[in-house]
């Protein structure tokens, strides 16, 4: 063979191999916490507590949710009391998710209720099961004998939206919902039919829709007067997408952020009334990393206070609450917790978290919890005074259903 | 029970047993054709004034050729052979093909898994039928040493190598990241391609040294372009651990040693594994080197060069057989010794075309009778010429007729668009046969209306009992009674499809609707999905043998799958176990194939 003929030869044969190992060397993107998307996702564990100082949580347990072998399950702490206890309502596999709207039982005094808001008819607490392997609509069970008993006649189809605000109860029983297709619908109680609020798509063809760029959907909750709000992330910086609808149209009423953060793009991680007082966690992406703020507004979202800015960087989030008064609990990835009490507050940066906490919880004083779930083991750990440290108040085994939901 | 995981595991006994006697059953064919063909090639050559002809002086075989013929053909022979594992039959689609394209783009998925569901529709006879083609194409190529019939089964063996290389091995892996000579890149089945090609050149071409280069040429080019590849950074073959975690190399002999094997291999294999996590610099830079050195002579065409080229490759393809391939078929179910084999036949083959030179003229042998032939009728002529083959033209018939019995049965099944009935037998054992009358239930509709089963008097009933917010188990049973409902055609006017509701929790109407919306239910005119009073359910549940229970902590409702023939007169004729196992096409269509028949027979008598 002449040389020419072999050199050709030789480059072909780099050229073929430079492109199989161009092909074969293509990296996953690997994402956090991200809302850009039709439908946002965001950590579902938290916590609530009731006017009359009943806890719930929402934790995930067990193993691997490839091999839906995770299970979440939602406990329950008495008014007074600081053990928690199972109370997962049964009937359906949880594997998908588990999402909690509660309202203080028979209470008709709106202004008292400390979850997302009150009803004065109706359900105390509503849990929604997110859409799971072949299941595409979310099952809803109701009580409000504190978990005593549970009721099954409504559901959600399609399913509830992968947040933890995608179920609100109103103050009059009305329930809205945010579904996994991007819609918002609205009952006049658990039970009647739902119509539609509107969708991402409408919404963001909206005037209000428009100026914020709104990208995704991410929460759900009523003013104290009862009108829906919705809340989203929005793709235009400085812009914070929190509607609501006023004599059928939806206006922007989202607080306008300080100078320093106003070029990042923000996105609503949780939204909430309670005592009047709305309550909202936002996150604001700049740069590499991600600024972590609260608002709140006494006026039905006229007006609005807003906390200093907490500096998560790249952390993951892992679980976000919001408790009576307008305060508010974080876990982050790497054991960090952060809790800020309400307006005029600062962010408090917790002690080192128990390993695996799934959630920061209020114990029957007010008294800080961190919630831990490995495996089918539970624990509730209580913060000292003083900040010394946590101290393990409650240890449980869960029976997880390995394998039923294989 | 509902998510109980109740799948098919490729070593169920009713499938291993099912497959051990399609084997049998075709080996027995086989023999009967060789014992028939050998009889008859016998007979007429006893009985028959059988002349053989004088053919005239004619080439011998090249011993290249001759050692590529026969050692591709005992290498299908092998590999069918290894095709015949007990497990092969249910377990090559999920536990060889499918896993070999996870990493490869979605659309060699998307055409490796069109094969796989193929096979899992007749896993029996595409089991048998890659183990009938395989022996049959090796002993073709090894009894038929030249001539069209020869050329055939190198085309033959061309063909099927490239049906496996591309559903098989998915493309060799070439379109999935880690592609490496070492792992074997880019398909040991595609040199069995190029083998068959080779004998399937016309015989001038083997007598000229041309050939032998131009073999010996495209070797040493794959094997510069795999040093490359192996020599490409980040591909984690530099490093013999990486962020204290075992490099690609040390990676790939660990989890080799760890498959099931003789202790010393295993040994051998894990102990390569710790060399190449201490010195994985060293042994890549020496197989970079020899790839490349080895490929440049052979591209040189220079002998002094290419002799020590093929001697240096012969050895660096034995290590890598033996030490990172683990000879290509241990543990596991292993379909083939991997590519090394054939990569060192093919250099063998192409020096011993160089090396010996073009194929000699061999003399032909005199006829038998030298009388004139009389005139003689087409069956006659036939016969005499069949008598006059030679054995090994004969043992090329059969070989031939061995790949038809294999593929024949696969090409049937293949015309029925329904899966087998073994696979539903495989997962929940047969139908029992039953006549009693049906117990009887009044509960409601989705739509709120009262049925009861007397009102269904008249009509067959495919009876079953679903969880409306079940995840896994109800959506797939649903799904057969509506491929069901399609296979009963126009008779589908005389049979009604009930579900009663197997939650004491999710039971309202509400659930029932969607669950029909969810699955597609709706549509179906005859389908009934009832439900009732906790009372109401708890007494069909009793009636009919279901135990509903509720699990703790987020779990399923946990009920047995069942599934009941009620004949038009009210008499439960058959109770078929419905768990509707892994959900998969196949076990989909076999249960509403199962369900089907079922319905078809109590309407029949």
């Known amino acids: ?406 | 029970m509902p998510g109980m995981n109740s799948g098919l595991s490729d070593t169920n006994p009713t499938l291993i047993a099912a497959f051990r006697a399609a084997l049998v059953h075709q080996g027995l064919i086989v023999l009967a054709l060789l014992a028939l063909l050998g009889i008859a090639w016998i007979g007429t050559r006893e009985w028959l004034p059988v002349t053989r002809s004088a053919a005239g002086a004619r080439l011998a075989e090249p011993a290249a050729r001759r050692f590529l013929r026969i050692g591709f053909g005992i290498l299908w022979i092998f590999d069918g052979l290894l095709q015949a594992q007990p497990a092969m039959a249910a377990g090559l689609p999920s536990g060889v093909v499918e896993p070999t394209a996870a990493s490869s783009p979605v659309w060699v998925q998307h055409l490796v898994n069109w094969a796989g569901t193929a096979w899992s529709f007749h896993p029996i006879q595409a089991g048998a039928a890659a183990v009938w083609i395989q022996i049959g194409i090796g002993a073709w190529l090894v009894a038929a040493p030249a001539g069209p019939v020869s050329r055939l089964a190198g085309l033959v063996s061309a063909g099927w190598g490239l049906v496996v290389w591309v559903f098989g091995e998915a493309f060799g892996g070439i379109f999935a990241p880690g592609l490496s000579f070492l792992f074997g890149a880019p398909g040991a089945v595609l040199f069995y391609c190029a083998a068959g090609l080779l004998i399937a050149l016309p015989d001038r071409r083997w007598q000229t040294r041309q050939l032998s280069r131009q073999v010996l040429a495209g070797l040493g080019l794959f094997f510069v372009a795999m040093a490359i590849l192996q020599a490409w950074p980040g591909r984690g073959f530099w490093q013999g651990k990486v962020g204290g975690q075992a490099g690609t190399l040390a990676t790939m002999a660990k989890s080799m040693s760890g498959t099931p094997q003789p202790h010393l291999l295993s040994a051998l294999v894990s102990g390569f594994a710790s060399v190449a996590a201490a010195d994985g610099f060293v042994i890549n830079l020496v197989v970079v080197l020899v790839l490349a050195g080895a490929g440049l002579a052979l591209i040189s065409g220079q002998q002094r060069l290419i002799r020590p080229a093929i001697v240096v490759m012969l050895i660096l393809c034995l290590a890598d057989w033996v030490l990172v391939q683990d000879f290509g078929f241990l543990g596991g179910l292993g379909t083939d010794p991997n590519s090394m084999i054939p990569i060192a036949l093919l250099l063998i083959g192409g020096y011993l075309a160089l090396a010996r030179g073009p194929a000699t003229v061999q003399a032909a042998e005199p006829a038998r009778t030298g009388a004139a032939e009389p005139a003689r009728s087409l069956p006659s002529r036939l016969a005499l010429s069949f008598g006059s083959a030679s054995l090994r033209a004969v043992l090329a018939g059969w070989a031939a007729a061995v790949v038809l019995v294999g593929a024949a049965p696969m090409a049937l099944a293949q015309a029925s668009p329904t899966a087998d009935p073994i696979i539903s037998e495989a997962i929940d054992g047969s139908a029992a046969q039953l006549d009693f009358a049906a117990p009887a239930f009044t509960l409601t509709d989705q739509d709120g209306r009262a049925v009861s089963l007397a009102s269904l008097r008249g009509k067959v009933v495919l009876l079953t009992f679903l969880d409306p917010v079940c995840t896994s188990d109800c959506p797939l049973i649903a799904q057969e009674f509506r491929a069901a409902d399609q296979m009963l055609g126009a008779s589908s006017r005389r049979v009604e499809m009930v579900a009663i509701v197997a939650n004491p929790v999710y039971r309202a109407t509400a659930y029932t609707r969607a669950f029909d919306s969810q699955e597609g239910m709706a549509r179906l005119p005859n389908w009934l999905y009832l439900t009732g009073s906790l009372a109401q359910l708890r007494q069909a549940w009793r009636n009919y043998g279901i135990a509903a229970q509720i699990l703790p902590a987020g779990g399923m409702i946990a009920h047995n799958d069942v599934a009941y023939v009620i004949d038009a007169s009210g008499r439960t004729r058959t109770e078929l176990n419905f768990d509707p196992g892994p959900g998969t096409a196949s076990s989909e269509s076999s249960f509403a194939a199962e369900l089907t028949a079922a319905a078809q027979r109590v309407m029949r008598s």
Not at chain 1, 12 to 21: H, M, P
Not at chain 1, 197 to 224: E, I, P, Q
Not at chain 1, 324 to 342: C, Q, R, S
Not at chain 1, 375 to 382: G, L, P, V
Request: aromatic fraction near 6%.
């Open chain 1, 1 to 406: 063979m002449r040389a020419s003929k072999a050199g050709a030869l030789i480059l072909a044969a780099a050229a073929a191999s430079a492109l199989t190992a161009a092909c074969g060397s293509q990296q996953a993107d690997v994402g956090t916490v991200r809302g850009a998307a039709q439908s946002a996702t965001l950590p579902l564990a938290t916590s609530l507590v009731t006017q009359a100082g009943q806890g719930w949580a929402v934790i995930q347990m067990g193993g691997s949710t490839a091999r839906h072998d995770n299970f979440w399950e939602l406990f329950f702490r008495p008014a007074g009391a600081s053990a928690w206890k199972l109370a997962t309502p049964p009937g359906v596999a949880s594997n998908g998710g588990l999402v909690v709207a509660a309202s203080p039982a028979g209470s008709s005094t709106a202004s008292s209720s400390t979850a997302k808001s009150s009803t004065a008819t109706g359900a105390s607490l509503i849990a929604g099961f997110r859409p799971s392997q072949s299941l595409t609509f979310s099952p809803l069970a109701a009580s409000t004998d504190q978990a005593k008993t549970w009721s099954q006649e409504a559901l959600v189809d399609p399913g509830l939206a992968n947040v933890p605000d995608s179920l609100a109860i109103g103050p009059n029983g009305e329930v809205a919902v945010l579904t996994d297709a991007g819609r918002a619908e609205l009952a006049a109680r658990l039970g009647a039919s739902w119509s539609a609020l509107t969708g991402l798509d409408a919404l963001a063809k909206t005037g209000a829709g428009r100026a914020c760029r709104l990208t995704a959907l991410t929460a759900a909750a009523f003013t104290s007067g009862g009108a829906p709000l919705l809340a989203g992330a929005c793709g235009k910086p400085g812009a914070v997408g929190i509607f609501v609808l006023d004599r059928g149209s939806w206006r922007a009423v989202g607080p306008v952020l300080p100078g320093a953060l106003a070029h990042g793009r923000v996105m609503v991680l949780g939204l909430a009334t309670a005592s009047g007082r709305i309550i909202a966690l936002l996150s604001v992406r700049r740069g590499r990393g991600t600024d972590i703020l609260a608002a709140w507004s006494d006026d039905d979202a006229s007006h609005w206070t807003m906390s200093a800015a907490l500096r998560s960087g790249s952390a993951r989030l892992v679980s976000q609450s919001l408790w009576p008064g307008g305060a508010a609990g974080l876990v982050l990835a790497g054991g960090l917790g952060e809790t800020i009490a309400g307006p005029g507050a600062a962010w408090r940066a917790l002690p080192p978290l128990p390993a695996r906490t799934a959630t920061l919880a209020l114990g029957p004083a007010g008294q800080l919890q961190a919630l831990t779930a490995d495996s089918a083991s539970f624990a509730a750990w209580q913060l000292g005074t003083g900040s010394a440290g946590w101290t393990r108040l409650q240890a449980a085994a869960v029976v997880i259903p390995y394998g039923s939901s294989g």
